[in-house]
């Protein structure tokens, strides 16, 4: 993704690559706090997740401090004060009045994030308080929606019984999608891991005149960019990637149009779905290591998928004995492959070119084994949610009522692939050993 490009000018000097950041002086042609935080879009996406926030700094402290006020001292100067503006003198950008509207912690969360979406950002309190928001900003009739997550479908009830918004099928006819209606897609599909073609719903939206907004949460930056391919809006749950170790709730909504900004930030506010101090430092402490996790983590799980495909088609195996099918976008790419011919598949490397994301699923083919096999196992622990830095495996029905049972998702950390595929192997192993001492009694 763009983000991602080597620095496009290598001669430029180390006064360039530092530009607006808060020890020097401010500069009139960075002032804007968006333009400031995408200065350093240029670099890679690991040197804009350490240092997009550096012109925020006004300690000489490396690490952030966490700051856990919900309100901040007014000017003592009555001529200086005005309504909602309540300037920092340390330093101007870190300015706030109230943590409901904006803190410090966050402020430099939104602007780490602004960077390497390459886009305004803002936080919210979870991943379904930004879709919230963002619906209700947008206020559509309509909403064309597929599967995939189940608490954005509760969402939507919601909101129908307040708007009567409509939930129609992602693959309506244009005729069904009016000007100001939403089209929003979720790629990679939770909980399956397989992808959609942007492209396809981007010229849908043109058509006819909806907004395209996206659900990336499973493929974040360095994965994919779906701005790249007609987004008009990419929300996040942040609690998956951005946090990264299982410790933080967060929501980002990231959008094309600046214009939309302040709007959405007026709503937040009285929404009251901003994010608390300790989740902001959380998000920012987190976020510096994005790259690492999220390409080490794409990288094994495809591997491990692969490793189990194979594995599901030996015959006489424990994996082939519980196994009825995997799900992930690289097997999906494949079958297209398979199936249409070597192009069918090409919209995917192009949409995804950083991997396919460290989520998969497969479906056994008894109930009772999806059931029993988290138990077998000693690298994974049997959770919901994703993203971390530990691996994680869900009986998909503890948490959504409307699944195949058959089916479990993975979420594959950073632990070495081989132990995790090793640990994997035994448990099938034990659950088949299991199953056959049963039904010998």
Not at 222 to 233: H, I, K, V, Y
Not at 348 to 360: K, L, N, S, Y
Request: proline share 5%.
């Amino acid at each position: 993704m763009a983000g991602d490009k080597p620095n496009e000018n290598p001669t430029s000097s180390k006064s360039e690559l530092v530009r607006g950041m808060a020890h020097e002086e401010p500069q009139q042609a960075l002032s804007d706090p968006i333009a400031l935080a995408s200065r350093l879009q240029h670099l890679s996406l690991s040197a804009q997740a350490i240092h997009a926030d550096d012109f925020l700094n006004s300690h000489p402290s490396v690490a952030p401090p966490m700051h856990v006020a919900t309100t901040f001292r007014y000017n003592d100067d009555p001529d200086k004060l005005s309504s909602w503006k309540n300037i920092n003198p340390n330093n101007p950008y870190d300015s706030h009045v109230y943590s409901r509207d904006s803190g410090p912690n966050t402020t430099r969360l939104e602007a780490v994030l602004t960077s390497i979406l390459r886009n305004p950002t803002l936080t919210y309190s979870s991943g379904l308080a930004a879709f919230h928001a963002m619906l209700v900003y947008l206020n559509p009739k309509r909403i064309a929606i597929g599967g995939g997550y189940h608490g954005c479908h509760g969402v939507i009830k919601v909101l129908s019984k307040l708007t009567g918004l409509q939930a129609v099928d992602l693959d309506c006819a244009d005729t069904e999608l009016a000007p100001g209606d939403v089209i929003h897609v979720e790629t990679p599909v939770n909980p399956t891991g397989e992808a959609r073609d942007l492209a396809v719903y981007a010229d849908k939206a043109r058509r006819t005149g909806a907004v395209l907004t996206v659900d990336a949460t499973f493929a974040p930056p360095p994965l994919a960019d779906p701005f790249a391919w007609g987004a008009d809006a990419v929300m996040h749950s942040g609690t998956k990637y951005f946090g990264g170790h299982s410790d933080m709730l967060c929501g980002t909504l990231s959008v094309r149009d600046a214009a939309w900004v302040a709007g959405l930030r007026a709503e937040r506010l009285v929404l009251g779905s901003v994010m608390g101090s300790l989740e902001g430092w959380l998000g920012v402490r987190s976020v510096r290591t994005l790259e690492v996790r999220v390409r080490k983590q794409s990288a094994d799980a495809e591997r491990l998928v692969q490793w189990l495909v194979a594995r599901a088609a030996e015959e006489g195996s424990a994996v082939a004995e519980i196994v009825a099918e995997v799900e992930h976008a690289s097997v999906q790419m494949r079958r297209l492959e398979e199936e249409k011919g070597k192009g069918a598949a090409e919209w995917m490397r192009r949409q995804m070119p950083g991997g396919f994301g460290p989520v998969f699923a497969f479906y056994t083919k008894d109930p009772d084994d999806a059931r029993r096999l988290p138990s077998k196992l000693a690298l994974f622990h049997h959770a919901t949610s994703l993203g971390g830095v530990e691996s994680l495996i869900e009986w998909r029905a503890m948490t959504d009522a409307g699944v195949d049972k058959r089916l479990l998702r993975v979420s594959v950390g950073i632990e070495g692939w081989e132990d995790l595929r090793d640990d994997l192997e035994q448990a099938f192993k034990a659950l088949a050993k299991e199953k056959k001492e049963r039904a010998g009694k």
